[in-house]
């Protein structure tokens, strides 16, 4: 890649989203492997393509686990091929399938590649690798799992997920563990219906843009560029509504998935893994609200010999916020 | 479907490069070739698979062809990574 132009970027990116339509819409699990090798071929240029040395370890490691995890996944599909378990979905070959692709989406237990290649990526690969390239294994998981195992896969990502943000300093890799925690929701809303998924996915993705765009505008890696920029109100107030609405907190947008969610789970009796759901939560949104008061009440820098960090431009911010803010009550006026 | 003791040698050959895959290597060529070699024993295993539908074999080369390419993939990134550290040792990362 040497000469690093967006031509070659928009080619890559054409060929990453037919890649996903191929594998969600085959008709035999071998067009869905298919579809999640092009996935990755395509990827790897997209990542590989600054000059440091971080990009070629990251885009390294992101090879090594997406390839053993895809040609495991081919090699169970032949074994079920072979012993014509085409319908029956409780035994060891749909654990030994959905492992394989739990491995690529990055979920528990098979997350510990995934913070260290966020830490690796610049904000909007992340963002392609956070939103993007999880549909595919996800829609590929609905077609064919096993509903105890991956009962468990949830409670492992939701603690996992809680737990591994807590003594995070790097924003890139908060944010990877908080994506660990909303894949253990969106597997178990693929479980329930597939129109859930999507309303969550669609859900998530819009407040991962809202928050890397942020902190892509503002070239922002680690926490303590929070805290030493001399922001401007309005940019704090929306990085604020932003955090609490990934959390969860309920007048902001990101409440309403998770209420259908939870709604479910307490209609079906499932009140272990409720109170699974809402104590990893209380933890996530816990490790938010500390970066946020920092930046609001404890460290909350005033200088007067540097000009403030105002856009010229705060109409995309305010916009983003008022998204947040307003989109549950706005839902209810939609009559469909 | 006569015989099914040759699938035991199907799984052997592929827990064997899984094997070597997970282990702990000085150089990571040994690495891109434990996954040839599990290309080789899925590609043995379509091939006996696709015996038993009548020859019908234009799928194994489909299968060929991407396998094929992954690997050329694996290798551009070794090269990339030979022209960055200087080598292809596991020793020379740098990120957590």
Redesign the interface.
Known sequence: MLTNNNSNKMFFLFILFFSTLISISSNSW?GC??GL??N??SF?PLI?NSKN??S?????KY??TQ??AS??F??MI?IK??LLKNFDMNNIISIMMNSSLLMKMGSAPFHFWFP?IV??LSWMNNFMLMTWQKISPMILLSYYFNKNFLIFMIIMNLIIGSLGGLNQTSLRKLLAFSSINNLGWMIFSIMISENLWLFYFLIYSMMIFMMISLFFLMNMYFMNQLFINNMNFFIKLNLLINFLSLGGLPPFMGFMPKWIIINFLLINKFYFLTFIFMMTSLIIIYYYIRIIYSSFMFNYFKMKWVNLLMKNNMSLINLSSFISISSMILSTFIFM | MLIYDIWFLFIYMFSVGNLIFVSKNKHLLVVLLSLEFIVLSIFFFFLVLLMFIDYDMYMLMVFLVFSVCEGSLGLSILVSMIRSHGNDYFQSFSML
């Not at chain 1, 070629?56 to 390294?60: C, I, N, P, R």
């Open positions: 071998f492997w298919i090798e092009i990755l071929l790897i590989s040395l971080l070629v370890e990251t885009s390294l090879f090594l390839s053993l040609i495991n081919l090699f032949l091929f072979s260290n830490e690796g």
